[in-house]
């Protein structure tokens, strides 16, 4: 499946045009300072917040393309539910769902994704209210990243983790975006693995 997503909108700050194209197979980091807008652009992405009057998020799957921000909500929400898997910061969980409902057992990558956020597969058995926040924090990162969803959405995935979990988790991301999906994530600072980056100042 061949996937891009041309996003134009201006800074929320200095009205500064903005625009990054992304691709499947590659990772695209909108990189600032704290307060500088990145999550606002990721949102507008996934179409929560209303961007720019000349704006757009143009979607082309297979050389078909569509502007996410001239359909009706329930075409959007139908575009969404097939082609996108979106964290946002500090996202809403139901607390007495067990874990294990949120992946699928039999896939071979969870046992190695496990791992790689270093998280034990006996945790899987808990319920999400049983698990320490850092914990849960990576367990929703993962939920995400092994979705079926061709298109990955993360906003500061690596806040809270220390370098050492950071370099693992990232390897892994760019392992599942070398396997053709498209990644956009917002971070602090420009990562050396991203193939498009977007610098807010």
């Known amino acids: 499946m061949s996937i891009c997503l041309d996003f134009k909108s201006v800074h929320p700050h200095t009205s500064a045009e903005l625009v990054l194209r992304a691709k499947s197979g590659t990772i695209s980091v909108i990189y600032g300072a704290s307060g500088r807008g990145k999550s606002t652009l990721l949102s507008q992405i996934w179409g929560s917040r209303p961007i720019a009057e000349n704006g757009h998020v143009i979607l082309t799957i297979n050389n078909q393309s569509c502007d996410l921000t001239r359909i009706k909500p329930a075409h959007l929400a139908q575009i969404r539910g097939q082609t996108m898997s979106y964290v946002e910061q500090n996202p809403a969980v139901l607390k007495r769902d067990y874990l294990y409902n949120w992946f699928n057992l039999k896939d071979p990558r969870l046992l190695e994704g496990l791992v790689a956020f270093d998280l034990p597969p006996d945790l899987c058995e808990r319920r999400a209210s049983d698990v320490s926040g850092g914990e849960l924090q990576r367990f929703i990162l993962l ?59």
């Open 143 to 201: 939920r995400a990243v092994l979705s079926k969803a061709p298109i990955i959405l993360l906003d500061e995935p690596f806040t809270g983790l220390d370098r050492e979990r950071t370099e693992r988790v990232a390897t892994f991301i760019l392992a599942e975006a070398k396997r053709g999906r498209l990644v956009v994530l917002t971070a602090h600072e420009q990562c050396n693995y991203a193939d498009e980056s977007l610098l807010l100042t």
